[in-house]
């Protein structure tokens, strides 16, 4: 499974923004999805995750009730919109596969890797 994430760029704090990942293989469907980030100088981590199904979403604290996870599996891409977003937000983001059927947050729990796409949000 190869992923590659887009739709990063300059957004002002309160804005939104609409990421995507485009996946190839035939087994997307079938493959637990997450979003993380990674802001300089910190460790990568874990923002949401959706199941294979799209009917269950599992959401990091610091973006609850402000981003949303959705999967269109007929067009192998996972969506990360992200509202009232915030300078704290920025970082590279990065798509994720995971090959098990339970909503996991860990990172050592997904296979396949995007390359990340920056978002930067201005105070």
């Known amino acids: 499974v190869q992923l590659q994430a887009s739709g990063g760029g300059l957004v002002q704090a309160g804005g939104s923004l609409r990421l995507s990942c485009a996946a190839s293989?035939?087994?997307?469907?079938?493959?637990?999805m997450g979003w993380f980030r990674q802001a300089p100088g910190k460790e990568r981590e874990f923002v949401a995750a959706i199941t294979w199904s799209g009917s269950s979403t599992y959401y990091a604290d610091p973006v609850k009730g402000r981003f949303t996870i959705s999967r269109d599996n007929a067009k192998n891409t996972v969506y990360l919109q992200m509202n009232k977003v915030k300078p704290e937000d920025t970082a590279v983001y990065y798509c994720a596969a995971s090959n098990t059927v339970r909503l996991v947050a860990q990172r050592d729990e997904y296979r396949y890797w995007g390359q990340g796409t920056l978002v930067t949000v201005s105070s």
């Open positions: 293989g035939r087994t997307f469907s079938r493959l637990l």
